[in-house]
């Protein structure tokens, strides 16, 4: 079996969409198996820059078929306009490139309304999401009353469930939002014209990953957000409402774990979050806002400012642990130069003893203080090292701690935004 996992170590934006793309070279497949396009990830090629929601960072591969899994929720109309934007680029995308899931769940535009009026009724207590509709389909899928894929393609049973489905949300709407009422007929009419433009792609493509693994092709699953950001594993409940971590690709791609050799943790050299939420080695004021614009820290799919913080080495084991991570990608190392010192947060005070796990209680979180390893900083020349050997010295070092305290060896380092900006340390 030759299955590699690349998934999020932190919060999210790590530069999974980067590492996919360079990955994707050497793959035959490349799947995404959760959420949905509350991701956005971003593939820099030459003087050109890709975002990527829902579609596999592998489609600028020629020779990589893209799968959606059945564990993605997918919105119709941003799957067609990401085809059509990919297709603008010059990027083309048909069944022998990309291929969805017949089980993968609808997002409806009822879950887009739900998730942003939730949010707007929490106030200040709000999530930060996306406004995706993500949590609401992940919610109806597991109450067992969504839609899937195969339904868009049987017009009768999609009235069906449609009809049911907005006679409890007009209620719900109406009831805790006072929203507006839903138009039924309006909504099958809009969907019915998606499934004329995604029905070629969609198969069971649990048969195409069998035999693709049986065959011994090279899949890479690309999970999307990040390790603190999983509905059990993550900082509940601000959290998604999907499995980003390692576990996530056998239910999420309707694959065995024995489909999977190496998980790879992206993370980057220092931590961002977007939304809200507990983040304790968070930089308010000067320095955190100088990280931001050095690394250009703005979301990629909603646009918003990312918190930024030091590199918090208790979350990076954490997620080594419940991912089993084989290996480690570090990006945007180059941000941090020109750094005179720099911290990085080696345990947590709490209660008075030091802790290296990460609690699950957000009130203890909350009570946890960084303890930090004060490091010293490097120059810009990272940018431009083609090698491990080439980078300057103390960021050898910083990337030596990283592998001494999460135990788990670095394979790539990312020096810039660009496919050319990868150092390989370890062939995976
Ligand atoms: P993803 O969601 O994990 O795929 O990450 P995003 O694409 O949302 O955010 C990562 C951002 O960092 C993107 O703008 C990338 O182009 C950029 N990026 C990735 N790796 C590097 C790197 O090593 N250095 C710099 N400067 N930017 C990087
Ligand atoms: P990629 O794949 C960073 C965050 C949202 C919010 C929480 C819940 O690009 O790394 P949701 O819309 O999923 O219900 O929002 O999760 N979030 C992300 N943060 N990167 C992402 O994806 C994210 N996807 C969701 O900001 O805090
Ligand atoms: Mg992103």
Redesign the pocket.
Known sequence: MKGSVVI?AQ???EG?GKITDFLAAKSDVVVRYQ?GN????TVEVEDKQYKLHLIPSGILNDNALCVIGDGVVIDPEALINEIMYLEKEGVSVNPDKLVISDRAHLIMPYHKVIDSLSEKSKGKDD????G?G??PCYADKHERSGIRMCDLLHPDTFNEKLTANVIVKDKIINALYEGEELNSSEIYDKYMEYAETIEKFVCDTTVVLYEALKAGKKVLFEG???TL?DIDYGTYP????SHPISGGVCVGAGVGPTAISNAIGVCKAYTTR????PFPTELEGELGDYIREKGFEYG??TGRARRCGWLDLVIVKYGARISGLTDLAITKLDTLSGMDKLMVCIGYEFDGKVIDYFPASLEDLARCKPVYETMDGWDDSVQYAKSFDELHENAKKYLKRIEEYTETRISIVSVGPNREQTIVVNNI
């Open positions: 999020g919060w999210g934006d999974k959420g509350n991701a956005g990830h999530i930060g999401t996306t995706k993500i949590g999307a957000q990040g950001l601000f959290v998604t409402s977007v939304g809200k939420g990629t799919t």
